[in-house]
């Protein structure tokens, strides 16, 4: 089983940064593919980044360029920077650990605010 923890979110100016951290607790936590979501308001929660066992990082196309996450295995952490962000990035953003065989699992969700 995996705890997941988000922090880092708050309220950011068009073009501005932040970076999201998920720590981790848990056993096996470096078998687990992470990925960040994102649920904006009256939307659903969509997949924007990821990053396999082996560090491979894809991501979705309304954030690549923009956005990028990491893994830090040995601190079980992971890490999504968001740069220059626009009000349509506003959302409650959520770390998700998955593997096939020990199952899926989520934080409580970090909110991003993008307005000036």
């Known amino acids: 089983q995996v705890r997941l923890v988000e922090s880092g979110g708050g309220l950011v100016q068009p073009g501005g940064s932040l970076r999201l951290t998920c720590a981790a607790s848990?056993?096996?936590?470096?078998?687990?593919?992470m990925g960040w979501y994102r649920q904006g308001p009256g939307k659903q929660r969509e997949l924007i980044a990821q990053?396999?066992?082996?560090?491979?990082?894809t991501y979705a196309d309304s954030v690549q360029g923009r956005f990028f996450v990491a893994r830090d295995n040995a601190a079980m952490t992971v890490y999504l920077q968001l740069n220059s962000l626009k009000p349509e990035d506003t959302a409650v953003y959520y770390c998700?650990?998955?593997?096939?065989?020990?199952?899926?699992?989520w934080g409580q969700g970090t909110q991003v605010t993008v307005s000036s």
């Open positions: 998700n650990a998955y593997h096939r065989s020990y199952g899926t699992y």
């Open positions: 848990g056993s096996l936590y470096s078998r687990y593919t």
């Open positions: 990053v396999s066992t082996s560090s491979a990082e």
